[in-house]
Each structure stands twice: as structure tokens, then as C-alpha cells.
């Protein structure tokens, strides 16, 4: 089945230590997306891909950056965690926004604990 | 004006009851409104989706009533089940606007036996 594949699904790291964070889909969807969702708060966006253009919002810190090396890839890199960042991590892909095809397909998401 | 109310934020019903959630939203650009729900530890899952041409839309036990004047939209779950139980967010999005979900706050939602 076509889907959007998270790993790994749970990842612990020591406070300062990067971690990747990994995503790919079968869906050959232009735009994949990273998300940080809190317990009990929605999911939050942190930047996009369309294609190999990058979308950062506003409010993402430094800290964290993106990759797509293809279309079927995307990694989210966070260089230095503080504890703050603990949280769950949600990849989504969705087809051209210039289409009817407007829905996001969510990943399992990957849970990152910091020590 | 980007921001999707959504109530209530915590909701008991009974199986076979009838559950319903509420969003409301100021941005009349909005033109895709989708539910998704989220079961504990997994990604969120499309549920069921409208745009505002249509004042409801139905799949299954699962209805979207759409006002757009009063710009609000609500889920209805109709005989609620134990499996049911889950996060529920509204969200909103604007056609060509980079498909960038706004969404609602979230409703824990428990169906008891």
C-alpha cells in the first residue's frame, strides 16, 4: 500500500546531540511537510517542501533544519535539542496545492525524547 | 484570522450516542475543510472532508454540517463506539495558498460502554 513511512518510530538523545529524524513516501506526492505536535496541542507546522522548494515558517528556531535529497525523502535535522523539543514529529505529503488534492497524508510520526 | 476555534475541548458520550464537534472559523478565504482523527502514539488520519459549495457532507456514521454565513462546520459521529475514542481536529486550509493546514485545537473524545 502507498503510505508515508516514519523512522525511527522512537528516538531518545542526549540534550545538544543532533538527531535525524527520517521520512519517505511511496505516494509520489510533491510536497512533503514536518510537523511538531505536544501532548494535547495540534500539530504544528514547521516548514514544507514543494518539490525541492524550501518553506520555512516564521516561528521554526534555527535549530531546526530540512532536507529532500528526492522526491520520495525528507529528513528533519535538529542540531542542538534542548529539552523542549521533546515532542512527537509528523511527516505529511500532499499532492500539488493547485489541484483538488488538497489533503495531507499523515506518517505513524517519530517520538523524540531528550535526556 | 487565521485561527479555527474548536469545542468542546474534552467530550463523554455513550455508546450508541451521538457525538458532535464544533469549529468555527473568521478567514472566509478557507475552501477545504478536513477532520482528521488521532488515536494515542499515531500520525493523524483523514477522516472526512467538505468544501463550502456543499452543506453537508456524509461517510458512514461520520457527518460534516457546513454553515458557511454563520462560518462554522461540525462533526457528527453518529452510535458512537468504543473504537471511536480518539483525538478529533478540525482544520481549514486555503486552494493554492501552499496547502498549509490551520487547525482547530482538538477534541478528546471518549465513548463509554
Known amino acids: 500500500d502507498a503510505m508515508v513511512i516514519q523512522n525511527p518510530r522512537y528516538q531518545v538523545t542526549q540534550f545538544g546531540k543532533p538527531v535525524t529524524l527520517s521520512c519517505s513516501q511511496t505516494l509520489n506526492h510533491n510536497v512533503m511537510y514536518w510537523y511538531q505536535q505536544k501532548s494535547s496541542q495540534a500539530p504544528k507546522l514547521l516548514f514544507h517542501?514543494?518539490?525541492?522548494?524550501?518553506?520555512n515558517e516564521a516561528d521554526t528556531p534555527d535549530n531546526f533544519q530540512s532536507r529532500r535529497p528526492n522526491t520520495s525523502f525528507c529528513f528533519l535535522d535538529i542540531r542542538s535539542p534542548g529539552l523542549g523539543d521533546a515532542a512527537m514529529y509528523l511527516c505529511a505529503t500532499s499532492r500539488d496545492p493547485g489541484t483538488d488534492q488538497e489533503t495531507q497524508y499523515f506518517g505513524p510520526g517519530t517520538r523524540l525524547l531528550v535526556l | 484570522q487565521q485561527q479555527v476555534k474548536q469545542s468542546p475541548q474534552s467530550l463523554i458520550v455513550q455508546k450508541g450516542g451521538i457525538s458532535i464537534i464544533n469549529c468555527a472559523y473568521e478567514n472566509t478565504a478557507f475552501d477545504y475543510f478536513p477532520w482528521y482523527q488521532q488515536f494515542p502514539g499515531k500520525g493523524p488520519a483523514l477522516l472526512i472532508a467538505i468544501r463550502p459549495d456543499v452543506s453537508e457532507k456524509k461517510e458512514g456514521r461520520f457527518t460534516i454540517s457546513f454553515n458557511k454565513s454563520a462560518k462554522q462546520f461540525s462533526l457528527h459521529i453518529m452510535d458512537s463506539q468504543p473504537g471511536d475514542s480518539a483525538t478529533y481536529f478540525c482544520?481549514?486550509?486555503?486552494?493554492?495558498?501552499?496547502?498549509?493546514?490551520?487547525f482547530g485545537t482538538g477534541t478528546q473524545l471518549k465513548v463509554e460502554l
Open positions: 517542501y514543494y518539490d525541492k522548494d524550501f518553506n
Open positions: 482544520a481549514a486550509t486555503i486552494r493554492g495558498g501552499g496547502n498549509k493546514l490551520t
